[in-house]
């Protein structure tokens, strides 16, 4: 699952109790779908989920339409809705717009009042000792799982709910390109150090250096993801 997705069971039982029935759908059919459970290019039926679920097929349909609001699936004429599979140019274009969002929030991040910049310090300091335990045995869905979070505490930090939207949004996506890969090891020593790198500079408070280490980290992720899946 991703950085945001870590509901605990009381605040998922407040969230039944104030959500209609469509967006209960959605954030069902979204676990699946971010999960693996459903991959991309696969078909949603909506019978079937609504049968699964025990609710008319209106809220299914709801619920579809607003997931492919967001891009993650897509419907066909004449042949259903599908889990969006993105393309090379599409990922290419993801991986630039991460980039971009990344390093405008290092930058962000740089200029918290010292206490919270160093609260964040430590946070990704513990967020890189995990993500070298996973490496350690080569659990890579722990160690995606633990980059994910790295970056999305660095976009918290940067307090700007439009770009923390867009990120979401755009780390979604290309999950979806990674659900076939999660077993492989993209470069983690390499990675690893690169987020010590960041670390290190958002620690200085150099807003700079902590801009374009994560600019060029993302950029750096993209030639290892191409080079893995060839």
Not at 71 to 82: D, E, P
Request: hydrophobic share 45%.
């Amino acid at each position: 699952m991703l950085p945001w997705q870590n509901n605990t069971d009381e605040t998922a039982l407040a969230a039944v109790r104030d959500t209609s029935f469509s967006k209960l759908v959605r954030e069902h059919l979204l676990g699946r779908i971010l999960r693996g459970d459903l991959l991309p290019g696969e078909r949603i039926s909506e019978p079937e989920v609504a049968a699964e679920l025990g609710v008319s097929r209106v809220p299914v349909r709801e619920a579809l339409r607003e997931l492919e609001s967001s891009g993650l699936v897509v419907s066909r004429k004449h042949a259903g809705v599908f889990v969006h599979a993105p393309d090379a140019d599409e990922i290419r274009g993801l991986y630039e717009l991460r980039a971009l969002l990344d390093g405008y929030a290092g930058r962000r991040a740089t200029a918290l009042p010292l206490p919270g910049r160093i609260a964040l310090c430590d946070a990704l300091d513990a967020s890189i000792a995990d993500m070298r335990a996973a490496a350690k045995v080569q659990d890579v869905t722990r160690y995606y799982a633990e980059n994910l979070r790295f970056h999305w505490l660095m976009v918290e930090a940067a307090d700007n709910l439009p770009v923390a939207e867009t990120y979401r949004n755009a780390v979604q996506k290309l999950h979806l390109a990674r659900l076939r890969n999660l077993s492989q090891d993209m470069g983690m020593k390499a990675s690893i150090a690169e987020h010590a790198a960041i670390a290190r500079a958002l620690r200085d408070g150099d807003a700079v250096r902590c801009e374009k280490l994560l600019a060029t980290h993302v950029q750096d992720a993209f030639a290892r993801l191409k080079d893995a899946t060839g």
